[in-house]
């Protein structure tokens, strides 16, 4: 059975850094990524990794600033983020999927974690 467990999320003033970990248990996948939902808002992707193309793909809103990783030796998945804006407040969640893409659409991802939440006040 797939467990993600997120951590590392906090709050921060506006400019400032954290950087996020979902350490994945039960499987492994070659996609895997990061979503957010803001109050009142659905939710969105925000990056997301496939290590069978060795590639990433971010959100228009986050490119520059966040950074998705993985270490594959510690089935953990990383978001860096820098230069946060008050706008990135969000739960941020990360998911997997088992597939051939690795799309930001949420809908395409089956097993999620519980969130964690991230505030930047300005």
């Known amino acids: 059975q797939v467990q993600l467990v997120e951590s590392g999320g906090g709050s921060v003033q506006a400019g400032g850094s954290l950087r996020l970990s979902c350490a994945a248990y039960?499987?492994?996948?070659?996609?895997m990524g990061w979503f957010r939902q803001a109050p009142g808002k659905e939710r969105e992707g925000v990056a997301t990794?496939?290590?069978?193309?060795?590639?990433?793909n971010y959100a228009d809103s986050v490119k520059g600033r966040f950074t998705i990783s993985k270490d594959n030796a510690k089935n953990t998945l990383y978001l860096q983020m820098n230069s946060l804006k008050p706008e990135d407040t969000a739960v941020y969640y990360c998911?997997?999927?088992?597939?051939?893409?690795?799309?930001?659409?949420?809908?395409?991802?089956?097993?999620w974690g519980q969130g964690t939440q991230v505030t930047v006040s300005s």
């Open positions: 039960g499987y492994t996948s070659m996609c």
């Open positions: 998911a997997l999927r088992f597939g051939i893409a690795c799309p930001l659409e949420s809908i395409s991802y089956k097993y």
């Open positions: 990794i496939d290590d069978s193309r060795g590639s990433t």
